[in-house]
T-cell receptor, first 112, second 115 residues
Framework: TQLLEQSPQFLSIQEGENLTVYCNSS?????LQWYRQEPGEGPVLLVT?????EVKKLKRLTFQFGDARKDSSLHITAAQTGDTGLYLC????????????FGKGTLLTVNP | SQTIHQWPATLVQPVGSPLSLECTVE??????LYWYRQAAGRGLQLLFY??????ISSEVPQNLSASRPQDRQFILSSKKLLLSDSGFYLC??????????????FGSGTRLTVV
């Protein structure tokens, strides 16, 4: 079973601060995705990264896929209260092309 | 555009009662369909997935079952609920595999409380 470890588990910061959350595995993934989930709702896909070393930007969010396709990071610049939520990474591995393996998530709270 | 409908939003059921959660997808054909359970607002546990009508793969042995009677309909069932079945149930669909996996679209979830 491929595992995705996310860190930190919890993060509480002030509005305007920068932050980085991490997603690590010992397994290689065909692609890796980041989702954000708000309380009582389903996760919403933010980005998919496929190529090792790939960097994608979504406004103040920067996503990077590791060169070896085993890890990823999400960096948020100048966090806003609207960024509050559970951030989940998920990967597709070679043995299970249809299924995503999810990390346990980073619960981010941005305080005003 | 593609949409996914999941209902009910909340459900309180007594132990030993049956369960039926339904999920339908619109705007796409032959999607891959999934049922996940999420405990305590954290990680998602895959329960079942389906790549076609009548094709169900089970990930975790339990007293739940799934069926796909139509291309865009996925049903999660139980004959007798246990207290441990409480949780947040999410349906999702996707297209593509491997490098071309374009991610899941999730429904809004069902909060099940077994009492």
């Amino acid at each position: 079973t491929q595992l995705l470890e996310q860190s930190p588990q919890f993060l509480s910061i002030q509005e305007g601060e920068n932050l980085t959350v991490y997603c690590n595995s010992s397994s290689v993934f065909s692609s890796l995705q980041w989702y954000r989930q708000e309380p009582g709702e389903g996760p919403v896909l933010l980005v998919t990264v496929v190529t090792g070393g790939e960097v994608k930007k979504l406004k103040r969010l920067t996503f990077q896929f590791g060169d070896a396709r085993k890890d990823s990071s999400l960096h948020i610049t100048a966090a806003q209260t609207g960024d509050t939520g559970l951030y989940l990474c998920a990967g597709v591995s070679g043995g299970s092309n249809y299924k995503l393996t999810f990390g346990k998530g980073t619960l981010l709270t941005v305080n005003p | 555009s593609q949409t996914i409908h999941q209902w009910p939003a909340t459900l309180v059921q007594p132990v030993g009662s049956p369960l039926s959660l339904e999920c339908t997808v619109e705007g796409t054909s032959n999607p891959n369909l999934y049922w996940y359970r999420q405990a305590a607002g954290r990680g998602l546990q895959l329960l079942f997935y389906s790549v076609g009508i009548g094709q169900i793969s089970s990930e975790v042995p339990q007293n739940l079952s799934a069926s796909r009677p139509q291309d865009r309909q996925f049903i999660l069932s139980s004959k007798k609920l246990l207290l441990s079945d409480s949780g947040f149930y999410l349906c999702a669909w996707s297209v593509g595999t491997g490098f071309l996996h374009y991610g899941y679209t999730f429904g809004s979830g069902t909060r099940l409380t077994v009492v």
